[in-house]
């Protein structure tokens, strides 16, 4: 059934009059002012007719008999939870009937209207029913919105299961192996860079969680310059090519108009388009073509991403951008991504005042990825960038280094990693212990965990603040709060510097 007929049905009213006259004088009289009308003969055709879908119910109080009104009242009574159907009822004139009572006992959602009545009061009491009918037909698509969304979820969480799992299985079978092994060095290695790896999976997961959460919802700065987007083009080739290439992928680059300059931030949209080369490489079967084209448009620049890769069925071509939405029978293909990377590229683009828009002829058939960004307006030609330089590696620590942390893993490998670079380390499981220890020892730097129970890091924080010889102590957060009202909240506590979990290194030897 069409989406035209199906809303005709919803908005019909369905008629059964005393007469046959009577209905044919009620439908002309609806039909004149656009309202569609639908005669039933008898009871079983009524309730057939509104099992197909009706706006309202028009009845003669004539034609409500015992067992009438009661197959009425059994079919109102299965309607779906966001349905009431008006009924109206044509009463005859000073007529204390009873079947009018028994309606009015039985149903909630009814309307007497006394006979002889006036057209303009009938037409009005009809256009009343179909506006709050209007109302439930919103309530189901907001039912239905969010029970599809729902499920959404459900297979994301599902699939999100899956993938941390992949990581932690390699990773607990090289512990065990380390364990039992008591390996060399030299086949230690080998573990250490497989955990290496997986440690970096599940950091790029969580990750891709974030970002998403941050900029959904709206928590993004952008750093707004004139980009050069042959260079932005050229950092997100060189991001995806190991991809590219370990798939056994052919990627070309046409750079049919060179020069382009737009207006954004150079890291996001480098961000943008190493996505659309990743989801082609990871969607496309091995010895694939992945080709990537930037030309002008009028005032805008047209990035087009092509693969010969799963391709996307046509109803899904809308709402491939979504959050938790995936192609069916693509997850496999997805090697081990949570299919949120569209999601990040349309908001991303959004947020540069562009639009991103998928093609494919179908499953199985390619697909290619459409980004439009405004140019410039009178923008000055900006200097290619070039890769940002490596932070500065310090050879060793000579500081007393307070370690708090209520994970004891964390806090014992992290004081582990310190000492090895010649810190002296001080370790402590709890805000409480960690005082006492300030106590009886002296100490130049404090890494503190936030999120501990009793005595968190930041009023552990204010309490050594307040020694009076902490005047040169610094203060460094390690933690896996990082949203802007956590940063807040810290930089109020006193800290010196936030750093995230998972730990990066050469940002706490930075902060160092």
């Known amino acids: 059934m069409s989406a035209q007929a199906s809303s005709n049905l919803d908005y019909r009213i369905l008629l ?17 002012t656009q309202l569609v009308s639908h005669i039933c003969a008898g009871m079983p055709e009524l309730l057939a007719e509104f099992a197909r879908g009706a706006g309202a119910i028009l009845l003669a109080e004539e034609v409500i008999s015992g067992s009438a ?5 059994r079919a109102l009574a299965a309607q779906p939870p966001w349905s009431d159907v008006p009924l109206l009822v044509l009463a005859r004139q000073g007529a204390d009937s009873r079947a009018i009572g028994h309606v009015m006992d039985e149903f909630a959602n009814v309307t ?20 709050a009918r209007r109302r439930q037909y919103e309530l189901r698509n907001v039912l239905d919105g969010l029970r599809e969304s729902d499920q959404r979820k459900t297979e994301f969480l599902a699939t999100l299961a899956h993938e941390l799992r992949n990581p932690l299985a390699p ?37 891709d969680l974030m970002e998403v959460s941050r900029i959904t919802r709206g928590k993004i700065d952008l750093h707004w310059s004139s980009v050069l987007l042959d260079g932005v083009i050229n950092d997100a080739v060189e991001l995806s090519r190991p991809l590219v290439e370990g798939a056994g992928h052919s990627l070309a680059v046409e750079l049919v108009d060179c020069g382009l300059v737009v207006r954004g931030d150079s890291v996001r949209l480098t961000q943008v388009f190493s996505n659309l080369l990743n989801n082609a490489a990871k969607y496309t079967p091995t010895g694939g073509k992945v080709k990537l084209a930037v030309r002008r448009d009028n005032r ?27 192609v069916s029978g693509t997850s496999k293909a997805a ?3 949570l299919g949120i990377g569209l999601t990040l590229v349309k908001s991303l683009v959004e947020l540069h005042g562009g639009s991103v828009e998928a093609r494919s002829e179908g499953l ?22 070039l890769p940002a330089p490596q932070d500065a590696w310090m050879p060793s620590i000579e500081q007393t280094i307070l370690v708090v942390d209520d994970n004891r893993d964390a806090a014992d490998s992290l004081a582990e990693l310190l000492g090895s670079m010649g810190a002296t380390v001080l370790t402590a499981y709890s805000g409480e212990e960690a005082l006492r220890l300030a106590a009886e020892h002296e100490f130049d730097t404090a890494i503190l965990d936030i999120g501990m129970p009793g005595m968190d890091g930041c009023d552990l924080a204010r309490y050594l603040r307040a020694r009076q010889d902490a005047t040169d102590l610094t203060l460094i957060a390690l933690t896996g709060w990082g949203q802007q009202g956590d940063k807040d909240r810290i930089a109020t506590a006193g800290f010196d510097h936030h750093l995230l979990k998972p730990l990066n290194l050469a940002e706490l030897m930075a902060a160092l």
């Open 335 to 337: 090697q081990g991504g």
């Open 364 to 385: 199985g058939r390619g697909a290619t990825f459409t980004v439009r960004l405004p140019l410039a307006r009178n923008a000055r030609m900006p200097d290619r960038h």
């Open 300 to 326: 805008q620049a047209v990035v087009e991403v092509s693969d010969t890769g799963a391709g996307i069925a046509p109803d899904m071509l809308k709402s491939i951008f979504e959050m938790f939405v995936q």
């Open 16 to 32: 059964r009059t005393a007469t046959s006259k009577d209905a044919l004088m009620a439908s002309a009289v609806l039909e004149r």
């Open 69 to 73: 009104l009661a197959e009425l009242n």
């Open 171 to 207: 990773l607990s079978t090289a512990l065990s192996l380390l364990a039992r092994k008591k390996p060399e060095a030299a086949e230690a290695e080998r573990y250490y860079e497989l955990m290496r790896r997986q440690v970096e999976h599940m950091v790029r997961l969580v990750n």
């Open 112 to 131: 007497v209207i006394e006979r002889p009545v006036r057209v303009a009061s009938l037409v009005s009491a009809v256009r009343s029913a179909l506006r």
